[in-house]
């Protein structure tokens, strides 16, 4: 079993609809939770951090994390064409190393 | 916010040579970096973590003697590929932890080609 799981996608959606990402994990020692946006050829960039259960916001984006259930959720409120690109979820465990796991991520096309 | 700066950004190379990708942190100080490969329509996967002054730690299954890293400076890191074959062709991505913020940035990536 994969230490997380990720819906590949493709996922296509119109301008403006509310687009909902997940992963689940299997790995009790993750810790903390974000969320990365990769436009193609890309480096990924920071999009939500949290390390607790519960929801986190930021503008359009809010972060779920469900511990108990081990499930992690991205919503994108009204969603740009510009919002166009893979997005990630990684996990890091609670020691020093600072090593993130992440998802094989889901590829999302916000349509005009 | 802190930049990462990758280079090349796109190289190609015969197989058999060696290739050297650079990483640096061009605002802060970075303790430790970070190197990924991430294959087309795949997720990053961690080759090592290297601490400024001392060797590289690799993962599971990365060739250390192949795939060289060095972190000479708070500044830069390295990864050499040496003796480069065509299934080595793949985007590597470095990361930096900051010491101040305690925040991981990403590069831009760094597309390699073996043919």
């Known amino acids: 079993q994969k230490e997380v799981e990720q819906d590949p996608g493709p996922l296509s959606v119109p301008e403006g609809a509310i687009v909902s990402l997940n992963c689940t994990y299997s790995n009790s020692a993750f810790q903390y939770f974000m969320w990365y946006r990769q436009y193609s050829r890309k480096g990924p960039e920071l999009l939500m951090y949290t390390y607790s259960s519960g929801n986190k916001e930021d503008g359009r984006f809010t972060a779920q994390v469900d511990k108990s259930s081990k499930y992690i959720s991205l919503f994108i409120r009204d969603s740009q064409p510009s919002d166009s690109a893979t997005y990630l979820c990684?996990?890091?465990?609670?020691?020093?190393?600072?090593?993130?796991?992440f998802g094989s991520g889901t590829q999302l096309t916000v349509l005009p | 916010g802190a930049v990462v700066s990758q280079h090349p950004s796109r190289v190609i190379c015969k197989s058999g040579t060696s290739v050297k990708i650079e990483c640096r942190s061009l605002d802060f100080q970075a303790t430790t970096m970070f190197w990924y490969r991430q294959f087309p329509k795949q997720s990053l996967m961690l080759m090592a973590t290297s601490n400024e002054g001392s060797k590289a730690t690799y993962e599971q299954g990365v060739e250390k003697d192949k795939f060289l890293i060095n972190h000479a400076s708070l500044t830069l890191s390295t990864l050499t590929v040496t003796s480069a074959h065509p299934e080595d062709s793949s985007f590597y991505i470095c990361?930096?932890?900051?010491?101040?913020?305690?925040?991981?940035?990403f590069g831009e990536g760094s597309w390699l080609t073996v043919v």
């Open positions: 990684a996990y890091e465990g609670s020691g020093s190393a600072r090593q993130l796991t």
């Open positions: 990361s930096a932890l900051t010491g101040g913020s305690n925040t991981i940035y």
